[in-house]
């Protein structure tokens, strides 16, 4: 049974596409190759049709006339149908921002909540690789009820962060940016990637039970940039904590 079989299996059937969000300034795309690379090899990692970048991209450009500074949602089926949908977007001043000469944070620091349940490891492949089956994120959003200028923290069931449900995170730890590793279940962002090549972050597991009340986190992604974010527990239900109490100690 094909991949993409045995995963249609666990979400009973559920259809899915292959998902990029690219931020478009009026001039260009942000990070486009990147996008594109992810494209791919998530298209190969599933068994599907290879896409032909090439026509990817003159869908996009042809999608973009005449437009200001855009999201661009751009969606493509295991039969390598093309869709795209454009939304205004007012442009970050700042994409790097901490990594920049010209730090400027534009707005408050998001909160984030550290998620009560662990995601679960079944649905891995579907946090590898960005895809319209979004259940899982929108499901842990509901639980902490987050809202605009906030985020979830994300974590796995062996007790290792991940990311959170719109963003890759990184903690300050020895006089450095980390990341969490992608071996534990995280999407390897387009923005997560570039940092890495910058030499701005490092990659290294993070487990819950080092995460701090109230500590800044860096959040980011290709539409955003990065921004800063103070991390918040919630109270746990006493169930949830007894089972997962030894992430914290």
């Known amino acids: ?109 998001w909160k984030v909540y550290l998620d009560t349940i662990p995601m679960n490891d079944a649905l891995r492949p579907f946090f590898c690789h960005k895809t319209t089956y979004r259940d899982p994120y929108e499901t842990s959003r509901k639980r902490l009820k987050i809202g605009e200028a906030m985020e979830v923290l994300l974590y796995n069931q062996h007790g290792y962060v991940m990311e959170g449900s719109i963003c890759n995170v990184a903690f300050f730890r020895d006089h450095q940016w980390i990341t969490p590793s992608l071996k534990e279940g995280c999407l390897p962002g387009v923005m997560r990637e570039t940092l890495l090549e910058r030499g701005h972050i490092v990659e290294r597991p993070i487990q819950v039970s080092e995460l701090v009340n109230g500590e800044r986190l860096l959040l980011f992604n290709s539409l955003r940039g990065c921004f800063n974010g103070i991390l918040y527990f919630k109270p746990m239900s006493r169930n949830n904590f007894k089972k997962y109490q030894a992430f914290f100690e």
């Open 1 to 109: 049974m094909k991949k993409t079989e045995k995963l249609n299996n666990i979400i009973q059937g559920r259809t899915w596409e292959l998902l990029e969000t690219i931020l478009y300034d009026g001039k260009d795309f942000f990070l486009l190759e990147k996008h594109m690379q992810r494209l791919v090899k998530s298209s190969m990692d599933f068994g599907w049709k290879t896409v032909d970048i090439e026509i990817v991209k003159k869908e996009l450009w042809n999608s973009v006339t005449r437009c200001k500074s855009s999201k661009v949602r751009l969606t493509i089926a295991q039969n390598g149908t093309i869709n795209i949908e454009i939304s205004p977007f007012i442009l970050p001043k700042n994409l790097f921002g901490v990594f920049s000469k010209n730090e400027q944070q534009e707005t408050k620091p």
